[in-house]
């Protein structure tokens, strides 16, 4: 997206090719930017149209499963004067828009949806939406994001107050695109983020490390079999993005970030984890911004731990691609994990030794449901069944023969 914002040409390495970059790749296609792609080496390169230059599309823009396009995108969209459609699959036509839909209306722009704000999306943009000051009511880098990026084709400044701090990949983007970024501390902690207005980006080059989400679940599949020793390499270690790992270390795990480094603006590391014993842990609310996609394999590592694991502040992941909390809880019951569910908490009682398993997991479309049980079938005395990995390649194609080449045996039943 900010390769087809900026002027010149992005070369892009290092980029997973799942179907959510597939499906954004795409539609700034749709959308006047030159994008390809070279199989041989792995690189992108990226044509950009300049901030507000995109063109009207000629179709429906499918972003498949990616909430995270769908939102980015709308602010995108919100500034440019020519109506689009988005929609997905019946996964991401669930999920809820109107948070966002919100404060890019009171910017200019005008929207059409299905009941709650649901794609698919109508958005009818202008390019001449006035700059809003804008509090998040929930932690949302996505809404964030959406703000943030309509504020670029907008004339003056454009802020986001945010009360609890989340991933900020978007405003590191920014400025190593060239926009001007200002971030300051407010009151009682709050972040104020504000973006100026009608800049020149400038196209760079991009290596984009590994994703510190996808990496999880090699990460805790060695976590809970003692006597693992792996290592995944280049992975982003941005602190806000790290709830996990501090969280695997509280829990006992051997965890360690060599090789740190600077890649894009991006802190990164390799990380190496050794197999061990785990125990229960309590992880506090205001942790959970930095690791909201990562709390099912954190309740796998807590079904393999001993004591208890009270998770809480989770009501954001009855939001994602499924309502996750209930999927997590159920797959836990389906496979014979004790644990207790509330409006936003997840507890699981660890016993320190190898969970029953032998359950068959409905993913409800989602990914990382999929994936996370999975990873507790390499523990669990019985194998785990999952009604549906399709979903798996939206995120992380490759995820099973990556598995397997550590030990695991995934694979069709």
């Not at 040409?9 to 499906?23: A, F, K, N, P, Q």
């Not at 009360?163 to 009682?188: N, W, Y």
Request: hydrophobic share 45%; with cysteine.
């Amino acid at each position: 997206m900010f390769g087809a914002l900026a002027l010149g040409e992005t070369r892009i390495s290092g980029l997973l090719e799942g179907e959510d970059v597939l499906s954004t790749a795409a539609a700034m296609r749709a959308l006047g930017a030159g994008v390809s792609h070279e199989r041989e080496t792995g690189l992108w390169r990226v044509i950009g149209v300049g901030a507000g230059g995109c063109r009207e599309p000629d179709n429906v823009l499918d972003l498949g499963n990616s909430g995270t396009s769908a939102r980015l995108l709308s602010g995108i969209l919100a500034s440019h004067r020519f109506t689009s459609v988005m929609t997905g699959d019946a996964s991401l036509r669930r999920r809820p828009m109107q948070r966002v839909i919100g404060p890019l209306q009171s910017m200019g722009a005008r929207f059409a949806s299905r009941d709650g704000g649901r794609l698919p999306l109508a958005i009818t943009g202008s390019d001449e939406l006035v700059p809003i000051e804008y509090r998040l009511p929930v932690a949302s880098a996505q809404v964030k994001s959406a703000i943030l990026l309509a504020g670029l084709n907008t004339a003056g400044e454009t802020t986001v107050i945010e009360p609890e701090a989340t991933r900020d990949h978007t405003e590191r983007m920014l400025r190593h695109f060239g926009a001007t970024v200002r971030v300051v501390d407010g009151e009682s902690g709050a972040k104020r983020i504000t973006v100026v207005g009608w800049p020149e980006l400038r196209a760079c080059e991009i290596v984009v490390p590994g994703d510190p989400s996808s990496a999880a679940f090699a990460v805790v599949a060695a976590a809970i079999r003692p006597g693992s020793d792996v290592t995944v390499e280049a992975v982003g270690v941005n602190p806000l993005r790290a709830g996990l790992y501090q969280t695997l270390r509280e829990m006992g795990v051997d965890l360690a970030f060599e090789n740190p480094r600077d890649v894009g603006g991006e802190p990164v590391a390799d990380l190496r984890v050794r197999g061990g014993v785990l125990r229960g842990v309590d992880v506090p609310p205001e942790r959970a911004p930095s690791m909201i996609d990562e709390y099912p394999i954190l309740a796998i590592a807590a079904a393999c731990a001993q004591g208890t694991t009270r998770m809480l502040g989770l009501a954001e992941l009855r939001a994602k691609e499924s309502d996750r909390l209930a999927s997590v809880a159920a797959g836990l019951a389906a496979n014979g994990v004790r644990h207790d569910i509330g409006a936003d908490s997840l507890t699981v009682h660890g016993t320190g030794t190898a969970p029953p398993g032998g359950g068959l997991v409905a993913t409800h479309l989602d990914h990382r449901i999929a994936m996370a049980f999975l990873v507790l079938g390499t523990a669990s005395a019985e194998p785990v069944a999952v009604d549906d990995g399709g979903p798996i390649d939206t995120s992380f194609p490759g995820f099973a023969s990556l598995m397997n080449g550590l030990g695991a045996a995934i694979g069709p039943a």
